[in-house]
């Protein structure tokens, strides 16, 4: 009796061993296929489904196709685009744009210096919009915090929501008001379907056009 009784055990503990090693190997398969990619010269494409962790470039665009998940979103002299229900932690360039295709969640914010910013209907920013010099374009689109733009337009149409401020910074050197001398002032269009949860913060003349039945807070001139 007691023989049978190692024997079970015996066998059991095999099994035991057996289940654990093909769950450790099976996780370690898993993390093996979240990879980085990173590149100095030349674009990178994600295929699509495909799951990633960070990517960066420093001359070369980022592109993500249908359903493909990653993490960071880095580049410097490219542009970003994010194709239908893309899962992204966050995008940012430096000099280049970032498309936004349908139903595309950002865990974190989009971010450009010299670019504009287009999303698509379905997609939600769960943190901030911003860009330096260039236009920002939401449509159906949910951002979660703040829209900025130091020099460019901000269209908000087709039912999408900031839930944060709208922000239109000032030009704070000499030599960019020298420029901009001639410039047409920026320019903040809001339809009638979509709504501004918080305010909108003026820090130079901007020309403001806001349909009747757009929500929108209070709009608040700094200059």
């Given at each position: 009796?007691?023989?049978?009784?190692h024997?079970?055990?015996?066998?059991?503990?095999?099994?035991?061993?057996?289940?654990?090693?093909?769950?450790l190997?099976?996780?370690s398969?898993?993390?093996?296929?979240i990879?980085?990619?990173?590149?100095?010269?030349?674009?990178?494409?994600?295929?699509?489904?495909?799951?990633?962790?960070?990517?960066?470039?420093?001359?070369?665009?980022?592109?993500?196709?249908?359903?493909?998940v990653?993490?960071?979103?880095?580049?410097?002299?490219?542009?970003?685009?994010?194709?239908?229900?893309?899962?992204?932690?966050?995008?940012?360039?430096?000099?280049?744009?970032?498309?936004?295709?349908?139903?595309?969640?950002v865990?974190?914010s989009?971010?450009?210096?010299?670019?504009?910013?287009?999303?698509?209907?379905?997609?939600?920013?769960?943190?901030?919009?911003?860009?330096?010099?260039?236009?920002?374009?939401l449509?159906?689109?949910?951002?979660?915090?703040?829209?900025?733009?130091?020099?460019?337009?901000?269209?908000?149409?087709?039912?999408?929501v900031?839930?944060?401020?709208?922000?239109?910074?000032?030009?704070r050197?000499?030599?960019?008001?020298f420029?901009?001398?001639?410039?047409?002032?920026?320019?903040?269009?809001?339809?009638?379907?979509?709504?501004?949860?918080?305010?909108?913060?003026?820090?130079?003349?901007v020309?403001?056009?806001?349909?009747?039945?757009?929500?929108?807070?209070?709009?608040?001139?700094?200059?």
């Amino acid at each position: 009796m007691k023989e049978v009784s190692h024997t079970m055990k015996l066998s059991a503990a095999t099994m035991l061993a057996m289940l654990l090693g093909s769950y450790l190997y099976s996780s370690s398969a898993n993390a093996a296929e979240i990879r980085d990619i990173s590149k100095v010269n030349g674009g990178i494409r994600v295929s699509a489904e495909e799951r990633v962790g960070d990517i960066s470039s420093v001359n070369g665009g980022i592109d993500l196709d249908n359903g493909a998940v990653a993490a960071r979103l880095d580049t410097v002299n490219g542009g970003i685009d994010l194709d239908d229900r893309v899962e992204i932690e966050r995008a940012e360039t430096v000099n280049g744009g970032i498309r936004v295709n349908r139903d595309v969640t950002v865990h974190g914010s989009l971010s450009t210096v010299n670019g504009g910013i287009q999303t698509n209907p379905g997609t939600v920013i769960e943190d901030r919009i911003s860009t330096v010099n260039g236009k920002i374009r939401l449509r159906g689109t949910r951002v979660h915090d703040n829209v900025q733009t130091s020099n460019g337009d901000i269209l908000v149409s087709d039912g999408s929501v900031v839930e944060g401020d709208i922000i239109v910074k000032g030009r704070r050197s000499w030599i960019g008001r020298f420029f901009s001398f001639n410039r047409k002032p920026s320019k903040i269009t809001i339809d009638a379907d979509s709504s501004v949860r918080g305010d909108i913060h003026l820090y130079r003349e901007v020309n403001l056009d806001i349909a009747d039945g757009a929500e929108v807070g209070d709009v608040i001139e700094h200059f």
